[in-house]
């Protein structure tokens, strides 16, 4: 057996979980905390809510909430200035993926220096991260438990992906009831990113005995509720499953890494700033087609856990029914237009493609794939 580590916050899960937040620092040693977040998440009142708990604890605080969807580098240097200011000693995100992995980057920063460019790729942060703690208010993109943070570089375009151990949050808080404020669409499109991690880091060359467990499990719950959380903000039983799946999905992929569609998706939203759960949306299904051949007992595998009857099937007519219960799943909820859509062009194609192939989550794709064979899925995806 190959020498393989799993990494992990301590995760907090339940309804009603936020009000532990207070309690939670005061144990990290805070004294003044500096809160990420972004104007959606303020104006649905979960900040407002995490510094009455800080303030019951006894918690100084700075809140930097100026930030983007797709969250830029200038703004995670602006972040770190802000953060060095206030004297702050300690990291609390509240949001989705971009308050946390601008909260991620701004540790970065705030004790190694630099810039954002300099972390670009895997294990390049060397010093100790302030105490970090992440709420999510979305199930999705499990910046939360993960080791990854994804940061725009406006000057080149593109999403750089940074990976270190030291990027896990300390402690991750996952409450359902947070999640009751998200739009269908965004239900949607993060339900799919989340859909995607556990897919791609199951197929994934790093996969090991303990992410497969997580990402199988994440893809029999996504099938089974993220239509029902898409159409009901208050079906609270399919808000809690989807809570679950995008929590296993986050401990699989931080652990087993992506693929190919990560590698692809990060290139769009960064020429872009499209959404990423929806672009994800629309590459997933042809990168399976693409990976199937690589390990098709793996994707008969995934066809079961979507509820697939493979019974009786070949193994590669199985792994068929993977990719069409995706292609389902997606229709079904509203997503998976062509990129052409949103703006992606035929021009586009040769940077996306040279960038994608330097991406690191293409080094753990299960097939080989140069620049020719992302360009020709580039264009599949139009
Ligand atoms: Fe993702």
Not at 129 to 148: R, V
Not at 164 to 188: E, N
Not at 297 to 317: H, M, N, P
Request: aromatic share 4%; net charge negative; charged share 20%.
């Amino acid at each position: 057996m190959n020498i393989s580590k799993f990494v992990s916050p301590e995760i907090i899960l339940g309804m009603g979980a936020i009000s532990q937040v207070g309690e939670s620092a005061v144990r990290l040693g805070a004294n003044k905390v500096f809160l990420v977040s972004d104007e959606g998440v303020i104006n649905a009142g979960w900040v407002e809510e995490t510094l009455g708990y800080l303030k019951a604890a006894g918690l100084q605080y700075e809140v930097f909430s100026n930030i983007t969807s797709n969250p830029k580098d200038n703004e995670v240097t602006e972040g770190a200035a802000r953060y060095l200011e206030s004297g702050c000693d300690a990291i609390i995100s509240v949001g989705g993926g971009s308050p946390t992995d601008v909260a991620k980057a701004v540790a970065i920063l705030a004790t190694n220096g630099g810039t954002i460019q300099d972390y670009e790729g895997v294990n390049k942060v060397h010093r100790p991260l302030p105490p970090m703690l992440a709420i999510t208010t979305t199930a999705g993109s499990g910046s939360e438990l993960t080791q990854f943070a994804i940061v725009v570089d406006r000057q080149r375009k593109l999403k750089m992906t940074i990976i270190s151990k030291s990027l896990v949050p300390d402690i991750a808080i996952i409450d359902p009831v947070v999640l009751q404020t998200k739009s269908a669409r965004l239900t949607a499109a993060t339900g799919i990113d989340a859909l995607s991690h556990s897919i791609e880091s199951f197929v994934s060359l790093a996969a090991t005995p303990l992410t497969e467990i997580h990402a199988l499990n994440a893809i029999k719950l996504i099938s089974q509720n993220l239509r029902e959380s898409v159409a009901s903000r208050t079906n609270m039983e399919a808000k809690k499953n989807m809570a679950v799946a995008s929590l296993q999905a986050a401990l699989s992929f931080s652990n087993a890494i992506l693929g190919a569609t990560h590698a692809m998706v990060h290139q769009i939203d960064g020429l872009l700033d499209t959404h990423h759960g929806e672009s994800n949306a629309r590459v997933l299904p042809y990168v399976m087609e693409f990976n199937m051949i690589s390990c098709p007992y793996k994707f008969k595998q995934i066809a079961a856990a979507l509820g697939e009857d493979v019974t009786g099937l070949s193994t590669r007519a199985a792994a068929e029914k993977a990719i069409s219960a995706v292609r389902c799943l997606v229709k079904d909820i509203g997503l998976g237009k062509g990129l052409a859509e949103v703006g992606l062009k035929e021009e586009h194609i040769p940077t996306l493609s040279r960038n994608a192939v330097k991406d690191a989550c293409l080094i753990t794709n299960p097939r080989d794939a140069d620049e020719n064979d992302i360009a020709e899925l580039f264009h599949q995806v139009l």
